[in-house]
């Protein structure tokens, strides 16, 4: 490869990195709906043709930047449940929760989802990531309890439970940006024995 090729290459990788860069920024700030190709390449001070000469349209780059958002946090995810400390470990769970759902990456999910609806192409993807994410997450309680592949719900099916729940509580701060994860770790310490049952009130 020649120096004006491998120029190229490495300019090109770097608007790609610019751009992806100033797109995360933008989409979880704004939204989906809001956020244009023109407003990406005016952020990242590139041109439209650059950005196509990357990416296909905004759907392609928005479905990067969901997996790295997925794979960045189960990476994290996984680090918090390596904690010996099951007190530490759910606060920690809840401190992250409430991170996720500040962070504009539950309205961008539930945006693009809506506005990808009618691409089959596109919800084949997204099927393919949420697959991915169940599995992980999987992988990681069948890690940290052994026991529970002996139990009599499948631990796959606990994965899926958690994901709705999680999915739910996402979408209703969309809705409501006052809700917050307290009824659900409450419940969460109640389940592992942390603290009693509330009392009636």
Known sequence: MNTSVNSRVVSQSQNRARL?????????????????IAKITGAAGLTTGAYYSNFDNKAQ???ELLQDLQAENQQ????????????????ALQAWVETILASGWPRLELEFALASRGDAGL???????????TRALEESLEQLA?????????VRRIA???LDLAY???????IDPTVTSDHLFEIINIVAGLVGTPTAM
């Open 76 to 91: 994290h995810v996984e680090a918090i449940l390596a904690t010996a400390d099951v007190g530490a470990r759910i606060n």
């Open 160 to 162: 899926e439970i958690i």
């Open 168 to 174: 739910g509580l996402a979408v209703r701060t969309v």
């Open 61 to 63: 780059l928005t479905i």
């Open 146 to 154: 052994p026991s529970l592949t002996q139990g009599p719900v499948p």
């Open 20 to 36: 992806k860069a100033c797109a995360r920024q933008l989409l979880l700030a704004d939204g989906y709906a809001a956020t244009s």
């Open 123 to 133: 919800v084949e993807q997204e099927g393919h990531r949420n697959h991915a994410a």
